[in-house]
């Protein structure tokens, strides 16, 4: 696959830094191409598209944001959700121009624990990106999968 000069930049930002702390990749020292090629195809052949795991992630977000950090049922009470608020905003490292409020949404469904912030739903549906293996905020795909089962029915 041909290196996309877009992501070269981007892997200065992707990285602990300013934008966030952590940095989006953690170890994982693959090609950005690569990471979103992998992630893509591994929820494509769960059946689900980019577009399908961002909304369910909005709409997860919206019944949290209802409940001031205390857990809200979500889809259909498939779920609960909570948010937990943090100061200030962080641009999406991809640099697009796109702005998410820092907040970490917490959300149960089943015996599935996932947590995930409002930057998510954007990485995934405009870059498919995940964020690398072994970050602290990476989203894997499987587990992205079991949740939209356990949302949707
Ligand atoms: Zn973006």
Redesign the pocket.
């Known amino acids: 696959m041909k290196a996309n000069p877009l992501h070269d930049a981007s892997r200065r930002r992707l990285a602990p830094g300013r934008l966030s702390s952590a940095g989006f990749l953690g170890p994982d020292a693959r090609p950005i191409d690569e990471i979103v090629a992998a992630d893509v195809a591994e929820l494509a052949e769960a059946g689900l598209s980019v577009e399908e795991v961002a909304d369910l992630l909005d709409e997860l977000h919206a019944a949290a944001d209802a409940g001031l950090e205390a857990p809200c049922a979500a889809c259909d009470g498939r779920a609960t959700a909570a948010i937990v608020e943090g100061m200030g905003r962080i641009p999406?490292p991809?640099a697009?121009g796109?702005r998410s409020h820092k907040a970490v949404v917490l959300v149960k469904a089943g015996d599935l624990e996932l947590r995930f912030t409002p930057l998510h739903s954007?990485l995934i549906r405009?870059?498919g990106f995940f964020q690398g293996r072994g970050s602290e905020f990476r989203l894997e795909p499987r587990d992205l999968a079991a949740l939209h089962r356990a949302c949707r029915g």
């Open positions: 999406c991809f697009c796109f954007h405009k870059h």
